[in-house]
């Protein structure tokens, strides 16, 4: 531990040591590309530059990597055109630095940002043009776009169109669609990627490859294989969806004194096998009620409908629940995206705010659940989120049209035979590393506590909740070994599927992170 402390404090002094003159080349080199323009220098950030840091900054969404202690990348590249972007993969690799790609900068552990080798880091923020065509009801989506501002542009030309993605508005279209992209319409409609028809990326060599010149097998890989294996995504094309000109939304919460285990246990039949115009998630959290710790059940939903017939079909299905009118919320789809981000409804320009939310100190970890949970479990698990004090669980229900896609259509393989998707959630507000280690160790004990009720063999993860608990590469001799640990927990099957479109398109590892797809072993040369 100290050894590694005192590597990357070595690393650092080394990269400061140098960055004047690293600057230097990786200028004189981009200024050599073809296309180049004089602009060049002014998108690239050194450590000296008295804006890197607020540029560093403007894409950390977790407050734990925001610290001195943090490894920092010598230069931001903040591209704004296309070739900019072939320039920076072709002048990173000449000078022999690790390349980091930030879009949103959501990412849960925060690589896209962070690395413990000397690094560089692609921002795309500028890169986030949305051109929607109505008539083929699809759209090109530049991967710096946020989801808000996809929502946006699609209510400005239509009312009754929408598109199957997260419901955190600041999350980046680069990151969250080559992970998968799940939100509230996942059921009727799949995933992102289930609606990506096309996609561009510039690869290894620079080359900007659309969906017919990268062929079948990358093109299924940067649909929920991550898109930082293979190169850098420029743009999506994605369908768009049918939504209804009114859905309706509802928030219900339950104490373990209100009935609470009946309806969450009920709920684990119901949400995965109802109609799939309805997305019904299930929040659990240990809390304060009278001085007396007891647990919150919180239902939140999203139907592609009227009320009416909402109350009807939970008043049949899910009677425990006990769903009145009054309960719900009829209102159009754009404005049901606020009320689920926790906006005011009605004031859809909140959805083009990039710096919606504080970023909180946060850590996730995710599961697969395959069979409900009995009750007396149950029982046992809300003694559990009560002893720890205050991580949550969020189930998200499959079923509907993610069983009806096979597991082998893109790389994303989480499908039929999951009931839910779990969510290990634990926040805090302060820096304290006594704070951090705590609620650390609280979550894993969780998700430790969960083994016997969740997937096996592979125990399933979701790539976009990401998770360096399960595992870690270094790109050395055992980048094989090391990429199978967590690989097959968030790509199952269609690991080694994913390893051999690797190899063909980046033998060499240049585009390499904690949890990247590694190369075959004994193919290319590490670098
Ligand atoms: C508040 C919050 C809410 C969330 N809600 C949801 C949700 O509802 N549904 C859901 O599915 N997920 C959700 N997520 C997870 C989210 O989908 C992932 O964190 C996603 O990877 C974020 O994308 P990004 O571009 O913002 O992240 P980044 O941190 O920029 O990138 C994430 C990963 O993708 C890579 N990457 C980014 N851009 C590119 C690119 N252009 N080309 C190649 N690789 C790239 C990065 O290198 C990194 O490995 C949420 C996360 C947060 C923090
Ligand atoms: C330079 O840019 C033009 C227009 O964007 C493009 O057609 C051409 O292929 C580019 N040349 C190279 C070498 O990338
Ligand atoms: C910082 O970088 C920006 C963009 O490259 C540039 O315009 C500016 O002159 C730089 N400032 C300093 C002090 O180097
Ligand atoms: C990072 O730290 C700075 C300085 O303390 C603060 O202003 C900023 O809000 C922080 N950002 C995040 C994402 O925590
Ligand atoms: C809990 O369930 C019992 C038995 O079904 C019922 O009588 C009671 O009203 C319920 N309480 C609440 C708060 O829903
Ligand atoms: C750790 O977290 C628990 C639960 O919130 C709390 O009771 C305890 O005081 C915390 N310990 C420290 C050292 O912060």
Known sequence: MLLLLLLSFLNLSCSWAASGSVYETFLHCLTHQPNSTNQVSSIVYSQKNASYTSVLRAYIRNARFNSSAT???LLVITPLQESHVQAAVICSKQVGYQLKIRSGGHDFEGISYISETPFFILDMFN??????DMKEESAWVEAGAILGELYYRIWEKSKVHGFPAGVCPTVGVGGHLSGGGY???????????????????????????????????????????????????????????????????????????ENATDVAYKFQFVAPKTDNNLFMRMLLQPVIRNKKQTVRVTIMTLYLGGADSLVSLLGKEFPQLGLRK????????????????????????????????????????SDYLQKPIPKRSLNLIWKTLMELGKTGLVFNPYGGRMDEIP??????????????????????????????????????????????????????AYLNYRDLDIGINHNGENRYNEGRVYGVKYFNENFDRLVKVKTIVDPENFFWNEQSIPPQPGRGRRL
């Open 127 to 132: 890169l986030r043009s949305i051109n929607i």
């Open 407 to 460: 597991e082998s259509e893109t790389a994303f393989p989480h499908r039929a035979g999951n009931l839910f998707k779990i969510q290990y959630s634990v926040n805090w507000d302060s820096p304290d590393i006594e704070l951090e280690k705590n609620y650390t160790s609280q979550i894993r004990s969780l998700h430790s506590f969960m083994t016997p009720f969740v997937s096996k063999n592979p125990r399933s």
């Open 71 to 73: 490894p920092k990348p």
């Open 183 to 257: 939100g509230n319409m996942m059921r009727r409609f799949g995933l992102s990627i289930d609606n990506v028809v096309d996609a561009k990326i510039i690869d290894i060599k620079g080359r900007i490859l659309d969906r017919k010149a990268m062929g079948e097998d990358l093109f299924w890989a940067l649909r929920g294989g991550g898109g930082a294996s293979f190169g850098v995504v420029l743009s999506y094309k994605i369908k768009l969806v049918p939504v209804p000109e009114t859905v309706t939304v509802f928030r219900v919460e339950r104490l373990l004194e």
């Open 326 to 365: 009054e309960d719900c919320r009829e209102m159009s789809w754009i404005d049901s995206a606020l009320w689920w981000a926790s906006l005011g409804v009605g004031n859809p320009k909140t959805l083009l705010d990039r710096n919606l939310d504080s970023a909180k100190f946060l850590k996730r970890k």
